[in-house]
């Protein structure tokens, strides 16, 4: 019986074996990159559903919703929803799939049975320098002249004394940044109000807390 021919050795390729070692570091990096993304995420609270200003915010109007966490803004995260029925209050009306962050709300006492939260946005030279949320102001309207339909005997003060409730945007010394302001006014003010800030026609003037 003849011998066999002798096994030729096999033939190590190193630098192929290097290479799938470095292919499985490169993909458990990505991997643990992945992991790491995803831990930044956080879970807030969304808005589904209309919430009028100063009316509390309801279960039904809330769901949770995955965001990357960004220092830069206040999310009102899911785990803190218990507190908002309790202790806060939408400062502007909350419209669907909006996502809730702190400056959207408020501590202050709820609206009375006559009260309404009107936002108005205001350009330069119509509000004072120092203007801020707790403020006592009178609304004024500044359009043009009123045609005869309108009723052009009205008078131009739209309100004599509502709280300014919150400032969005900051202005400077001279007043001279636009600013978009929330106001408590009662029902019988708010159409007038709401009518006049549609056009861009309200300006605001600081008066004393204790006017009448």
Same mark, same amino acid.
């Given at each position: 019986?003849? #011998?066999?021919?002798?096994?030729?050795?096999?033939?190590?390729?190193?630098?192929?074996?290097?290479?799938? =070692?470095?292919?499985i570091?490169?993909?458990?990096?990505?991997?643990?990159t992945? =992991?790491?993304?995803a831990?930044?995420?956080?879970?807030? /609270?969304k /808005?589904?559903?209309?919430v009028?200003?100063?009316?509390p /915010?309801p279960?039904?109007?809330m769901?949770?919703?995955?965001?990357?966490? #960004?220092?830069?803004?206040?999310?009102?995260?899911?785990?803190?929803?218990g507190?908002?029925?309790?202790?806060?209050?939408?400062?502007? #009306?909350?419209?669907?799939?909006?996502?809730?962050v702190?400056?959207?709300?408020?501590?202050?006492?709820?609206?009375?049975? #006559?009260?309404? /939260?009107?936002?108005?946005?205001?350009?330069?030279?119509?509000?004072?320098?120092?203007?801020?949320?707790?403020?006592?102001?009178?609304a004024?309207?500044?359009?043009?002249?009123?045609?005869?339909?309108?009723?052009?005997?009205?008078?131009?003060?739209?309100?004599?004394?509502?709280? =300014?409730?919150?400032?969005?945007?900051?202005?400077?010394?001279?007043?001279?940044?636009?600013?978009?302001?929330?106001?408590?006014?009662?029902?019988?003010?708010?159409?007038?109000?709401?009518?006049?800030?549609?056009?861009?026609?309200?300006?605001?003037?600081i008066?004393?807390?204790?006017t009448?």
């Open positions: 019986m003849a #011998d066999r021919l002798p096994t030729p050795p096999r033939e190590r390729k190193p630098a192929l074996a290097a290479l799938a =070692v470095l292919l570091l490169v993909g458990a990096l990505g991997a643990a992945l =992991v790491l993304r831990g930044d995420r956080i879970e807030v /609270i /808005i589904t559903e209309r009028p200003a100063g009316q /915010i279960d039904s109007a769901a949770p919703v995955l965001v990357a966490e #960004d220092e830069a803004v206040s999310y009102v995260r899911w785990g803190q929803r507190a908002l029925a309790e202790d806060y209050r939408p400062a502007v #009306d909350l419209v669907a799939g909006t996502l809730l702190g400056e959207m709300l408020t501590t202050d006492e709820t609206l009375g049975s #006559d009260e309404v /939260i009107v936002g108005v946005s205001l350009r330069a030279g119509q509000f004072p320098s120092g203007l801020k949320a707790g403020d006592s102001v009178a004024y309207w500044v359009g043009d002249e009123r045609t005869a339909e309108e009723g052009s005997a009205r008078e131009t003060v739209i309100a004599e004394r509502v709280k =300014v409730e919150n400032i969005f945007g900051e202005s400077d010394v001279a007043g001279r940044n636009n600013l978009a302001v929330t106001l408590r006014v009662s029902r019988a003010e708010a159409p007038d109000l709401a009518r006049a800030a549609s056009g861009g026609d309200v300006s605001l003037v008066v004393s807390s204790g009448s």
